[in-house]
């Protein structure tokens, strides 16, 4: 099976602008999560999207959006870029998102980086 | 307030040796525990899952422990190589609908 791939993996961006970031589970698999990676803060969760419905969202200002498709294929959107956006996003997909036991599978990320 | 804590940045062990990292968690219930491998510029990977009802799980050289009492996990690689320097991050989600949480991660280096 394919892993999860996430599109673009490198991205530079000027503050103010929009980005779209991409992302494809394993296939079969309903759940997709998205995470903010940055040296000094970690990984932090976003959004957890399972069967097209977010079913969490983490403490992230409104700039920050996202979405799951029939496919399970999810796209996360950051408005009005920052300086402090820049940092590594990575999307995870598993085979069940609730009361479910099963690992998270990671893509390679996407590096954003704004300038 | 919600804690984890992984209380080692950075760690470094002489090959061969037991490497053993901690992970803390305040204000949690956790239904269970995952251990995940990071590489430089790669996504985590998983390692081990261990259930809010057992005590230790291994897998080849790596065993999980779980104390709820404490809230603590404790990760061991046995016999360390080289090739286990990453960082590794403990992760826990709490019974319900929640999501998964991670800690910053400690960066195990083995020296030959």
């Known amino acids: 099976k394919a892993g999860v791939t996430q599109t673009p993996r490198y991205l530079i961006k000027t503050r103010g602008q929009q980005v779209t970031l991409s992302c494809s589970p394993i296939?079969?698999?309903?759940?997709v999560s998205w995470y903010q990676q940055t040296p000094g803060q970690g990984l932090q969760f976003l959004f957890e999207?399972?069967?097209?419905?977010?079913?969490n969202k983490g403490n992230f200002p409104g700039r920050f959006s996202g979405r799951q498709f029939s496919n399970s294929r999810s796209e996360m959107n950051v408005s009005t870029l920052e300086l402090g956006d820049s940092a590594l996003y990575l999307c995870a997909s598993s085979l069940e998102g609730h009361f479910s036991y099963n690992e998270q599978f990671f893509g390679p990320g996407t590096r954003l980086t704004v300038l | 307030s919600q804690k984890i804590e992984q209380n080692s940045e950075a760690l470094n062990i002489q090959e061969g040796k037991t490497a053993t990292l901690t992970c803390n968690y305040t204000n949690y219930s956790p239904a269970y525990l995952q251990w995940y491998r990071q590489d430089p510029g790669r996504g985590p990977v998983f390692l081990l899952l261990i259930r809010e009802n057992e005590k230790e799980k291994r897998k080849e050289r790596l065993k999980v422990t779980f104390d709820t009492t404490l809230k603590q996990s404790l990760f061991h690689i046995t016999a360390s190589q080289p090739a286990d320097s990453a960082t590794y991050l403990c992760a826990l989600r709490n019974s319900g609908n929640t999501p998964l949480v991670f800690g910053k991660g400690t960066r195990l280096s083995v020296i030959a």
């Open positions: 999207y399972f069967s097209e419905t977010q079913r």
């Open positions: 296939s079969g698999h309903r759940s």
